[in-house]
């Protein structure tokens, strides 16, 4: 008898363990302030970050049928209530069809920040090709979402990206681009009057390349889905504003 409970009870632990899934990881990045008198141009926020922001990765592989990873690394900080953002990449193969704001910038060589400034579910898709163009909606979940227009996009952001503002062509043989992005607090239009210091968010940030000869979906924080799908707000990781 004392045998048969013993093996039951081992039974029960192999059973329970089995049905335990691995939590998912939140991580917790600290955004730090830099104070800079005057307006920063896109130019001077690039330097700023280089000077005073460490570099933290978009490197996980989420999805095992995308195995290609490129070196993504990306510098944050905020100051005059804008958020400062740089992106650094090097990857095999570039793509930047799209020209126009919200049109579908994911399927080019895209950088991506999913920001849920009030922790509250509701987010914010940065979506930004390598070229700059920029896909820019709020919501709770992938759809319906509402799209920022693109006239505030394109008056409202400043985006600089070493490969230029032109379309091209998929092209091959290894690149490495950077791209320095300013985020006024004034284009959450959903939350009108936002301040970032001291602000506790909630966010993601991704690679992709959808209509690339190498497509790949990378985020900063992990994703436990089936399939590739950034718009899952439950894996955001905090973002904290000093």
Request: proline share 5%; hydrophobic share 35%; glycine share 6%.
């Amino acid at each position: 008898m004392r045998q048969k409970a013993h093996r039951y009870f081992l039974l029960t632990l192999i059973i329970a363990a089995c049905n335990t899934k691995t939590p998912v990881l939140h991580k917790k990045l600290n955004v730090k302030e830099i104070k800079y008198e005057g307006v920063a141009d896109v130019e001077t926020v690039s330097r700023l970050l280089d000077q005073n922001a460490q570099t933290h990765h978009v490197d996980v592989i989420n999805w095992n049928e995308f195995p290609y990873q490129p070196k993504v690394g990306f510098k944050i900080a905020h100051g005059n209530n804008q958020i400062w953002l740089k992106y650094e990449v090097t990857e095999e193969n570039i793509l930047a069809e799209k020209t126009e704001p919200n049109s579908y910038v994911f399927k080019d060589s895209c950088v991506e920040f999913f920001f849920d400034p009030m922790a509250n579910g509701n987010y914010y898709n940065f979506e930004i090709n390598c070229i700059g163009t920029t896909l820019l909606a709020h919501g709770p979940q992938r759809r319906p979402r509402q799209f920022i227009s693109g006239d505030d996009i394109k008056n409202m952001l400043s985006i600089k990206s070493s490969l230029g503002v032109q379309s091209f062509v998929e092209r091959t043989g290894g690149h490495t681009w950077e791209m320095t992005v300013i985020i006024p607090a004034e284009i959450l239009t959903h939350d009108p009057g936002i301040q970032l210091k001291g602000l506790r968010s909630r966010g993601n940030f991704y690679k992709c390349a959808d209509a690339t000869s190498k497509p790949h979906y990378l985020s900063w924080n992990p994703i436990d889905t089936e399939k590739p799908d950034f718009h899952r707000p439950e894996f955001f990781g905090d973002i904290v504003f000093e």
